[in-house]
């Protein structure tokens, strides 16, 4: 035989089931304002992203080449340096141009004519103190021919020779550049 309720019983079940309904309307206006809120918060990134894509660029190469199980370069910093790029045979300066991005291993050189993957020059990245310029050889690693103004013009390169005293010039330079 099924249990009968008295009225007090039958009164604390409905005061329950209406607090249920009630705390159910309170989650989910809690929800909602959760749901809204990472919404905004997506929104400012997405903008906070796209103004700042240039900036950002390296991050997302850095990503997709440790992804790739490609060498990566954190040390990579965006230093603006001249720098006298010389030929090896003669020593004839063939152009002074600026650095985008050096690193304790190689640069990025902006030059209007870059010149071609794997040749070797001599290059001297000039300092305001002669006795602190860099001196030593690099080999062109890849070129960007097509400008653009997230990619100029200029040429990758990967230091092949320094002496010891040009490498502490270089790693000063790139800690005063942090």
Not at 31 to 53: D, E, N, P, T, Y
Not at 62 to 80: E, M, N, P, T, Y
Not at 96 to 105: G, P, R, Y
């Amino acid at each position: 035989m099924p249990k009968q309720f008295n009225q007090d019983q039958k009164d604390f079940i409905s005061s329950m089931g209406e607090a249920f309904r009630d705390s159910d309307a309170d989650a989910r206006s809690i929800l909602f304002g959760v749901g809204m809120a990472i919404f905004v918060v997506g929104v400012i990134s997405l903008a906070l992203i796209l103004k700042h894509r240039f900036y950002l660029k390296g991050r997302w190469t850095f990503l997709k080449r440790a992804l790739q199980g490609r060498a990566v370069s954190r040390d990579r910093l965006r230093i603006r340096r001249e720098v006298l790029v010389r030929n090896p045979v003669g020593g004839d300066i063939l152009d002074q141009v600026v650095t985008i991005d050096l690193s304790a291993h190689g640069m990025f050189l902006k030059m209007s004519q870059p010149l071609e993957r794997t040749e070797k020059f001599d290059f001297t990245i000039l300092s305001k103190e002669d006795d602190r310029n860099v001196r030593g050889t690099a080999q062109v690693v890849w070129v960007q021919k097509k400008w653009s103004p997230f990619k100029p013009t200029g040429m990758g390169c990967r230091f092949v020779f320094m002496t010891k005293d040009d490498e502490v010039k270089l790693h000063r330079i790139l800690k005063e550049g942090r």
